[in-house]
């Protein structure tokens, strides 16, 4: 990945993960990874329209995932595409938790594991350090 499709990447996405939201700001510690929304094991591309900015934590935690098991219903369901969904469509964030309100958003939240112990603490030190 060449730095000026990592600029354009970052930019394009506030600097921001596009899965959780925490901004590399706030993340400073923790370089953000651009990556492949679908894995090129499953004949994803390096296009522009295919990558995204994603912290280290939901990009571990997505791996080369398409799809989750929606916890409410127990289907399978494709995960967040955010070139393709609309963030607030599909979660929202309630205290420190971000919590999916579609099948879709149930299934990125268990996926990526964003309410894990360790997220719910680090969100917990950046709203007293008043990020």
Known sequence: MNAEVRRLVSERAG?????CGISQREAGWSRFHVEHIVARQHKGGDSFENL???CQ?????KGPNLSGI????GLMTRLFHPRQ???EVHFSAVGL???GCTPLGRATVEVLAMNSLKRIELRRRLRADGV
Request: proline fraction near 4%.
């Open 97 to 99: 938790e971000i919590i």
């Open 57 to 61: 934590h939901c990009n571990l935690h």
């Open 15 to 19: 600097y921001c993960c596009e899965y």
């Open 52 to 54: 995204c900015l994603c």
């Open 85 to 87: 969904d609309v963030w």
């Open 70 to 73: 929606d916890p409410v219903t």
